[in-house]
Nanobody
């Protein structure tokens, strides 16, 4: 199993970013996928989850209405569209797949600062 995140960067408050996670090594279309984040000095926290076919999603309260998780099973890719970004969204964002055990990508840094 391999998960490769991309799309992070530096953005001003109120800006947007779209993260991507390219998956390989398992049957992507049959597993739910999640995005987590870890801010400096804090524990890793769940941000959003999407079911295998994309029909159901879950968001932590802090990002509801601002972030959207989606997936393209033809491309084995899951996305996180992040709008109205706030400084408190600054963190390393990780893609997660539970394929028997939990697998993680290397993470992508998102920094929200003026």
């Amino acid at each position: 199993v391999q998960l490769v995140e991309s799309g992070g960067g530096l953005v001003q408050p109120g800006g947007s970013l779209r993260l991507s996670c390219a998956a390989s090594g398992f049957t992507f279309s049959t597993y739910g996928m999640s995005w987590y984040r870890q801010a400096p000095g804090k524990e890793r926290e769940l941000v959003a989850t999407i079911t295998s076919a994309g029909g159901s999603t879950f968001y932590v309260d802090a990002v509801k209405g601002r972030f959207t998780i989606s997936r393209d099973n033809a491309k084995n890719t899951v996305y996180l569209q992040m709008n109205s970004l706030k400084p408190e969204d600054t963190a390393v964002y990780y893609c997660n797949a539970r394929v028997g055990i939990s697998y993680w990508g290397q993470g992508t840094q998102v920094t929200v600062s003026s």
